[in-house]
């Protein structure tokens, strides 16, 4: 089984290593940073030698010892070569074809006993010597002879990644000097993805990372060198280089295929470099090329029928299938968050002692009686340990419970896969390991609606589990089947797919959401923001995005440079508008609770969708404060705030155009210059014809003069529509008792700071985000102008991407509803909103809206169902829901830009007409 653990790495696991290579400008790394991956083409070829470097050859196969010559002959600089062989035979033929090698500058032969493959002698033997060059690569004779074939090609294929020619190691090099910490090609196309993961390897590999000071022990799938041979600065991998490991920690040779130091150290090599704060340059398969280091497109491109087909072969007679992350999961990155929700679920200092305890009491009872346990077995040894009373116990084990049921849902595609092994006439059962008792798990069972099946394994039950493999030698007995006749279908990597293929069963393996999450290089760094964050408020509400889009078993499409996986309306929706929104509306209620505010007015046109959030929120808040939608624009409370010529060059100097005079002053301050009146500015000479209106960095003295002319026609326009705008916001209840705050996108606080002006009174104001324009509204009428997001930031392009692009947010919450351009009086005296004529090309975007705003609200319904049923207190966090928008607008895909483009909003007020 050595097939499924040698694996590959990432790029770019972290916006850090993509900011260090953009700011060190490697050419061709930012092009490539979407996918992952390094194209060597787009790298210019180092000229001069770098330094010091040495390579470590493992010959353990002399017969390769030419072809490892044709590989160093390509490295251009002069280089130290270390070769470790088996014996004195083999040391002759290395010692023979290597000295032959032109630009070798010294060479070291040693025999080494057959222990820990290639990695202990690079460690034990050569480790203190390598670790005094300034790089490094390491290569050995591979051959997989286990496999009957499966990886023919491999060897050549890595050689060839790493050398290849001269050019090829000059750009390898670029990158090292560059700042990369290690160079390594994709993983090989006939290596399974299931071996990027720990495999057996997990708790060893741990107690090393802590023995190295290695503080982020990786989850899941994640990065090293397949094969394990590399280029690598030395720095990076001092701490395996000098750690002392001795080779009598090595397991002897007994044609292992996992489980043993080597694998782990293996496994170590990237991990350590990873560490180091230097980035992992994975090289590009050109042959076979896959958006995935890991090559998830093995389990990504399988088809509903090919499944069907393996469930259904005749010479199958048991389907195993997993329970949890496989016929159920749950809206959590890490199942472990279950405790933390219990926890807070419990409260007070009875949840702290849950949490200290609970993890500790369910190792000691399965070492008390030597087998896996149950819950209530857990209990009775957290109640001795942490002298908890009967009735704390009660509590504790209804509400984990609780949190249990509530948390989990089907997993609907392996939920039918059921049933087509159910029709195909299988005997299909059950296993987990797992701590809850038998009722309880056939409950979650029932209540999602996975059913049919003929038996339930459950460890708590039973006793042995399937990480250790006697629940598959249990399972065998009772079902009284060969292993060659039963199909095993789960998550887990090894204890569903290495353990049981190592006994002669077939398997079928079930990618879990959140790794395909990890695949994607715009998902992973939120993910491993979130796993190291360890907040459940977090956890679940990324793992509800993640759930939605990652968790199917087959995909009709799969566009792995969107942000998750696919870019229709609906899917922006859900992930970027909804998380945003409902991040701002808890913020929102929190707030205005602490300020005192009463009553909260969202603004047109982008509050009508927070309004509708905010409403959904309060509807299972405790305390919120009443809310209504105020429609108003900057037009229509600019104009009725002037009160002279001041007024009049604060609203000329915002950004406008370029566009005609005629349209600046009519959007402007409303007034319709005629032909006439044009002309008349023409003649007096102040202002040239045919030339255009542009206002940038609030330059207007060229404008002056036309703004003085026109001051009179301004005064009467503002007098015309001040009484019916005052009439509105009175009815709205603006001028009432009690503190009120207007609501808005953001982002200089213009509106609030005409309505203080208006209505001479204080009205405060909360946005998603502010620029520094906002505080001076505060300071000005002693109000309050905060931001959810950012507070008083850079404006424009020097802002944070919420505010560099604005419009982009603006286009997510938008409304269908026209502008308002002013009120007037009807025929009965009540103030009527002029709007501004949608044009064709805005209604034809409404369907466009409509599906970003259905995707939004089932996030903000998901999410508040969340709260409800399985943690109370659940808020989105502000810094998740921000750095969603910014993954999606720092990288956006051709495709989510083509969703976004087809959305037209109007711009008139800046000059710009219909905008796309």
């Known amino acids: 089984m050595e097939l499924a653990y040698r694996h590959a790495g990432f790029l770019f696991r972290g916006m850090g290593h993509y900011e260090m290579w953009r700011q060190r400008g490697v050419r061709g790394i930012q092009a490539e940073a979407a996918a992952g991956l390094v194209d060597l083409t787009g790298v210019a070829p180092l000229a001069v030698a770098p330094g010091r470097v040495a390579v470590h050859a493992h010959v353990f196969y002399p017969e390769l010892a030419a072809e490892f010559s044709d590989s160093l002959r390509c490295i251009p600089f002069e280089f130290h070569l270390f070769v470790s062989v088996p014996d004195s035979r083999a040391e002759t033929t290395c010692r023979k074809v290597f000295k032959q090698l032109p630009r070798l500058a010294g060479l070291r032969v040693e025999v080494v006993p057959n222990r820990g493959r290639d990695i202990a002698p690079m460690l034990c033997t050569f480790g203190q010597a390598l670790s005094e060059f300034d790089f490094i690569a390491h290569i050995h004779s591979k051959r ?35 700042g990369a910490g290690m160079v390594f090609p994709q993983c090989y196309a006939g290596v399974p993805y299931v071996a990027s993961t720990w495999l057996a390897n997990r708790e060893q590999g741990a107690a090393w990372c802590h023995r190295l000071g290695v503080g982020r022990v990786p989850r899941g799938y994640f990065d090293f060198p397949v094969g394990s041979m590399f280029w690598a600065r030395s720095d990076v991998l001092r701490p395996l280089l000098n750690s002392g490991v001795q080779l009598n920690e090595f397991d002897e040779e007994a044609g292992q295929t996992d489980g043993t130091l080597a694998h782990v150290m293996e496994r170590l090599l990237g991990v350590v470099a990873r560490s180091s704060g230097k980035p992992l340059a994975i090289l590009r398969d050109e042959l076979r090329p896959s958006w995935s280091v890991w090559r998830f497109e093995q389990s990504v491109q399988r088809t509903a029928d090919a499944a069907r087909a393996v469930v259904s072969a005749a010479d199958v007679r048991l389907v195993v299938f997993d329970v949890f992350d496989t016929l159920l999961h749950r809206p959590l990155l890490e199942p472990e968050q279950i405790k933390h929700i219990v926890a807070r679920r419990v409260g007070g200092e009875l949840g702290s002692q849950y949490l200290r305890w609970r993890a500790v009491a369910e190792n000691s009872a399965r070492a008390r009686v030597g087998r896996d346990v149950d819950l209530s077995a857990i209990f009775e040894e957290m109640a001795d340990l942490a002298g908890l009373s009967a009735s704390d116990v009660d509590v504790l084990t209804r509400i984990e419970h609780e949190v249990e049921l509530a948390a989990v849902s089907a997993r609907e595609d392996y939920r039918r896969l059921l ?72 998550d887990n990597e090894r204890s569903d797919f290495q353990i049981p293929a190592d006994r002669g069963m077939r398997t079928l393996h079930v990618l879990r959401a959140v790794e395909l999450a990890r695949a994607l290089p715009r998902m992973a760094p939120l993910v491993e923001m979130v796993e190291d964050s360890a907040l459940p408020d977090a ?3 990324l793992g509800l995005i993640v759930q939605r889009f990652f968790s199917p078993a087959f995909f009709d499409r799969f566009d792995s440079t969107c942000l998750v996986g696919e870019a229709g309306p609906r899917a922006l929706g859900y992930a970027i ?3 945003l929104a409902l991040s701002f509306v808890q913020w929102l209620a929190v707030r205005a609770e602490a300020d005192g505010v009463r009553r909260l007015y969202f603004l047109a046109r982008e509050g009508q969708f927070l309004l509708e959030v905010f409403r959904r929120y309060s509807a299972v808040a405790d305390k919120t404060p009443s809310a209504a939608y105020l429609v108003v624009s900057r037009r229509a409370v600019n104009v009725p705030a002037i009160s002279g010529m001041d007024d009049m060059l604060a609203i000329a100097r915002t950004f406008y155009g370029p566009s005609t005079l005629d349209e600046y002053v009519r959007e402007r301050f409303g007034v319709e210059l005629d032909e006439s009146e044009l002309q008349s500015l023409h003649d007096r000479g102040l202002w040239r014809k045919g030339r255009k209106v542009e206002v940038r960095d609030e330059d207007v003295d060229e404008l002056l003069p036309v703004l003085e002319a026109l001051l009179p026609r301004v005064m009467r326009q503002v007098a015309e529509e001040h009484g019916p705008l005052m009439s509105y916001l009175k009815g709205a209840g603006l001028d009432g008792e009690g503190r009120v705050a207007v609501v808005d996108i953001g982002y200089s606080g213009t509106i609030q700071r005409r309505l203080n002006v208006l209505l001479g009174r204080d009205v405060h104001g909360y946005y998603m985000a502010t620029d520094e324009r906002a505080a001076g509204v505060a300071s000005e009428h002693g109000v309050l102008a905060e931001g959810c997001f950012h507070d008083q930031a850079k404006p424009a392009a020097a802002g944070p991407p919420l505010i560099a692009q604005s419009f982009i947010a603006e286009k997510l919450f938008s409304s269908d509803d026209p502008q308002v351009v002013r009120y007037e009086f009807d025929s009965y005296g009540h103030p009527q909103p002029v709007h501004r004529a949608l044009a064709p090309a805005e209604l034809a975007t409404r369907a466009v809206r409509a599906e970003i705003r259905a995707g939004a609200l089932e996030f903000v319904d998901d999410a508040l169902r969340a709260r409800t049923e399985l943690l109370p207190d659940f808020t989105v966090p502000p810094q998740l829901a921000s750095r969603l928008f910014e993954s ?18 109007d711009d008139h007020y800046c000059g710009r007409g219909l905008v796309a």
């Open 144 to 178: 997989s002879l286990y496999n009957r074939g499966a990886t023919d090609g491999w060897r050549d294929y890595l050689l060839g990644s790493l050398f290849g020619s001269e050019d090829r190691v000059r750009r390898i090099f670029s990158l090292l000097t560059e």
């Open 419 to 490: 049933s087509e092994a159910l029709r195909a006439g299988k005997r299909v059962v059950l296993a987990s390991d797992m701590y809850l008792p038998r009722r309880h798990v056939e409950l979650m069972l029932q209540r999602c609606g996975v059913a049919g099946w003929h038996a339930l394994y459950v460890s708590s039950e039973v006793g042995v589990r399937k990480d250790s493999g006697a629940l598959y030698d249990h399972l065998l007995a009772m079902e009284a089947v060969r292993a060659d006749e039963v199909l095993v279908i789960g």
């Open 539 to 541: 956890d679940l509400a």
């Open 888 to 905: 999606f607008v720092e990288q956006t895909a051709d495709a989510e830009r083509a969703v976004i483009n087809e959305l037209i909003l």
């Open 577 to 579: 508008a909804g998380p």
